[in-house]
Nanobody
């Protein structure tokens, strides 16, 4: 069973940095079987893809708007996935969700099987 839990969100000024973490609080804490993604949803907007990383960490993708600013990574020994967000902008304000996909590597929301509850990131100008 997979129960994803995000942490690390908060209120920060534009230009600042935050690091989001995602863990599995389910019976088996391991995430090694899963390709992982980060998504976000701003008020009044649809949920959108932000970044994805495959099970080994060898394949990574980002939405264009965060390239060069965000870094996704994972530590399979620690059963965790991270999203380092630098040079944050007000447009990055959203609820950020961690998601797990088995077995497909995808940017598509429909391809993810498990979701966390989300963590709020608010960037002030």
């Amino acid at each position: 069973q997979v129960q994803l839990v995000e942490s690390g969100g908060g209120l920060i000024q534009a230009g600042g940095s935050l690091r989001l973490s995602c863990g599995n609080s389910g019976r088996s804490r391991s995430l090694i079987r899963y390709d992982m993604g980060w998504f976000r949803q701003a008020p009044g907007k649809e949920r959108e893809f932000v970044a994805a990383i495959n099970w080994s960490g060898e394949r990574i993708d980002y939405v264009d708007s965060v390239k060069g600013r965000f870094t996704i990574s994972r530590d399979n020994a620690q059963h965790a996935v991270y999203l380092q967000m630098n040079n944050l902008k007000p447009d990055d304000t959203a609820v950020y969700y961690c998601a797990a996909s088995l077995p497909s590597y995808t940017h598509d929301i429909a391809g993810y099987d498990y979701w966390g509850q989300g963590t709020q990131v608010t960037v002030s100008s």
